[in-house]
């Protein structure tokens, strides 16, 4: 009743224990998700319009769970977030985003110029290490600073303009 707004109710269901059982176990696993190998970067071109060649990728975080098989990121980012998950998460995609593509340019020399993308979430961005997780991720993968492209949500525009200035 809170998430659907101020002054509402509802009558307990059977449907909403399970749902909240269901929840508490997706955090659990989350929770493990990150020291057992289970998140997983996919990569989804970046093509120029003009002439359809691939200028980049943009790194997707996937949760390949052992027994659900892959968790919907709508279904896991909001959770993360709620956790203080977020930032440790994001600086792993970070990390290894950067590698990759460090990896991409060396095995892929006719594409030089090749581009990562990496979402920001508005955690990340609040968060104080964010210029220097950035940084370190660089360094340690050896990326070209100008490879790494940075995207922050629509939502993060609207939820703090200032920040997203900043």
Not at 13 to 34: I, K, S, T, Y
Not at 55 to 74: C, I, M, N, Q, T
Not at 127 to 141: F, G
């Amino acid at each position: 009743a809170k998430r659907d707004g101020k002054g509402g109710y509802r009558l307990f269901e059977p449907a909403m224990h399970e749902g909240v059982l269901a929840r508490l176990e997706l955090r659990a696993d989350l929770q493990r998700a990150m020291t057992t190998g289970q998140l997983e970067l996919h990569y989804q071109p970046v093509v120029r319009l003009h002439d359809g060649s691939v200028s980049g990728v943009e790194a997707l975080l996937r949760w390949r769970h052992p027994e659900r098989g892959l968790v919907s990121p709508d279904q896991f980012i909001p959770l993360a977030e709620e956790m203080g998950l977020i930032v440790p998460i994001g600086r792993w995609v970070l990390r290894e985003g950067c590698r990759q593509a460090a990896l991409m340019r060396r095995k892929l020399p006719e594409h030089p110029h090749l581009t990562m993308s990496i979402n920001l979430s508005v955690k990340q961005l609040q968060h104080s290490d964010i210029v220097s997780d950035v940084s370190d991720a660089l360094e340690q993968s050896g990326l070209e600073p100008g490879a790494l492209t940075l995207e922050i949500t629509e939502s993060v525009m609207i939820a703090d303009t200032d920040l997203a200035v900043e």
